[in-house]
């Protein structure tokens, strides 16, 4: 079992509706929990952190934590075309900074 | 404030070379991290340094690849030999008493 497992994707929704992704972690101890954001051929970009269990929302964006079932989820309202990118779920594991990141889910948000 | 500044942004080179890649973190930061990514096996951990002080290196494939963070403004990663299956994006990422970490914008490496 991998430590952080998301779906691929690819995830295609239309303009302005609301894209769910999900994500799943295999460490009970991990304590805080991140969504990255990746342009194709960009850098990943933090866009939310949750470390309580229930929602957290920025803007458009709601991350949703669930650590009895060790689930993680980013909800996007009103998505738009410039959403478009791969999502990566990260978990911070044991003490220190140390991030594991799942494999990321294709977004497409279609005009 | 820049962000992380890797350089070179490209780099080609052939089997057998040594290859060095280098990362300056968001100043006042004290965690450094070295990530690889790769479509097959995604956004990987190499090694990861606390107040230059490297905390965890077990992500670091083979004694081939060696890190170090002289001070708190730079770190290296190289890789002596370079193989093919070490072509990847390496992303160099620094944050702040704080696992949220703010990447770099890469290397892409190729070794033909």
């Known amino acids: 079992q991998k430590e952080v497992e998301q779906n691929s994707g690819p995830l295609s929704v239309p303009e302005g509706a609301i894209a769910s992704l999900n994500c799943t972690y295999s460490?009970?101890?991990?304590?805080?929990f991140f969504w990255y954001r990746q342009y194709s051929g960009k850098s990943p970009e933090l866009i939310m952190s949750?470390?309580?269990?229930g929602d957290k929302e920025d803007g458009r964006f709601t991350a949703q934590l669930n650590k009895a079932s060790q689930y993680v989820s980013l909800l996007i309202r009103d998505s738009q075309p410039s959403d478009s990118a791969t999502y990566l779920c990260?978990?911070?594991?044991?003490?220190?900074?140390?991030?594991?990141f799942g494999q990321g889910t294709e977004l497409s948000v279609k005009p | 404030d820049a962000g992380v500044i890797q350089s070179p942004r490209h780099e080609v080179t052939e089997m057998g070379q040594e290859v060095t890649l280098r990362c300056k973190p968001i100043?006042?930061?004290?965690?450094l991290f070295w990530y690889r990514q790769t479509m097959m096996r995604g956004l990987e951990l190499l090694i990861y340094?606390?107040?230059?002080?490297?905390?965890?290196d077990s992500g670091m494939p083979e004694d081939r690849f060696s890190a170090k963070m002289p001070n708190a403004s730079f770190s290296t990663l190289k890789i002596q030999p370079s193989e093919p299956r070490d072509s990847a994006v390496y992303f160099c990422?620094?944050?702040?008493?704080?696992?949220?970490?703010?990447f770099g914008q890469g290397t892409r490496l190729t070794v033909v």
């Open positions: 460490d009970r101890v991990s304590q805080s």
């Open positions: 100043s006042g930061h004290n965690s």
């Open positions: 990422a620094s944050s702040l008493d704080s696992p949220e970490a703010f």
């Open positions: 949750i470390y309580s269990n």
């Open positions: 340094f606390n107040n230059n002080v490297p905390i965890d």
């Open positions: 990260a978990v911070n594991q044991g003490q220190g900074g140390k991030l594991i």
